[in-house]
């Protein structure tokens, strides 16, 4: 069982900066492929990034215009999202995903266990 807890969320500025995290539990870690999503209120989920088990492949959505970094820390079994530049639009609950595949898909069907969210809220 993997268990998934995010930490990080909060207020932040226009053009501030924000640092999610999410920890989990047990061994596998080091074997998971691992994403972020985010839901906003009457949105769909989607995609912000996602990194191999290896980290060899980092992959991000389109609305992140290279504002957002991955990255994770196999030895703390943590995966963090670095936010900078976040805009109103940004404002959504944050979501750690993760799954056994090769690659972080950016679907969210693909992925089996889930964190409950973290809320970030940008101010204009």
């Known amino acids: 069982q993997v268990q998934l807890v995010e930490s990080g969320g909060g207020l932040v500025q226009t053009g501030g900066s924000l640092r999610l995290s999410c920890a989990t539990s047990?061994?596998?870690?080091?074997?998971?492929?691992l994403a972020w999503f985010r839901q906003a209120p009457g949105k769909e989920r989607e995609f912000v990034g996602g990194?191999?088990?290896?980290?060899?492949?980092?992959t991000y959505g389109n609305a992140m215009e290279g504002r957002f970094t991955i990255a994770r820390d196999n030895a703390k079994n943590t995966v963090d999202l670095q936010m900078n530049s976040p805009k109103p639009d940004d404002t959504a609950v944050y979501y750690c995903?993760?799954?056994?595949?090769?690659?972080?898909?950016?679907?969210?069907?693909?992925?089996?266990?889930w964190g409950r969210g973290t809320q970030v809220t940008v101010s204009s």
């Open positions: 995903a993760a799954t056994f595949g090769d690659r972080a898909s950016e679907s969210a069907a693909d992925y089996d266990y």
């Open positions: 047990g061994m596998l870690f080091p074997s998971l492929t």
């Open positions: 990194i191999s088990w290896k980290s060899l492949f980092k």
